[in-house]
């Protein structure tokens, strides 16, 4: 069955930082483009960052300088190291992926369950 796990979540005070993981399991050969999205209480799923399967990446105005999206291609697992975190970022994260199965099928638009990050005051 292929899946993204998503993992790292937490409680954190204001300026710490937290490192969220995207794992693509399954008979997968390679994420393409990922992205991370986050969606507030009460607020619209908004993209966070994304990055192509060549590595270019960007970022939404309010997290750029705070927060850095890598990818690890030999473990099919994206990364958001997320640095001076602010409460306006707690919210729950979601990855989302473009998957090459091993078989070469295409596995579009999958979603992980999502992790939740809180960030106290």
């Known amino acids: 069955q292929v899946q993204l796990v998503e993992s790292g979540g937490g409680l954190v005070q204001a300026g710490g930082s937290l490192r969220l993981s995207c794992a693509a399991s399954?008979?997968?050969?390679?994420?393409?483009?990922t992205g991370w999205y986050r969606q507030g209480l009460g607020n619209r799923r908004e993209l966070v960052a994304g990055i192509t399967s060549g590595g270019t990446t960007n970022y939404a105005d309010s997290v750029k300088g705070r927060f850095i999206i890598s990818r690890d291609n030999a473990k099919n697992t994206v990364y958001l190291q997320m640095n001076s975190l602010k409460p306006e970022d707690t919210a729950v994260y979601y990855c989302?992926?473009?998957?090459?199965?091993?078989?070469?099928?295409?596995?579009?638009?999958?979603w992980g369950q999502g992790t939740q990050v809180t960030v106290s005051s």
């Open positions: 399954g008979s997968i050969f390679s994420m393409n483009a």
């Open positions: 989302n992926a473009d998957l090459i199965g091993s078989d070469s099928s295409y596995y579009a638009d999958y």
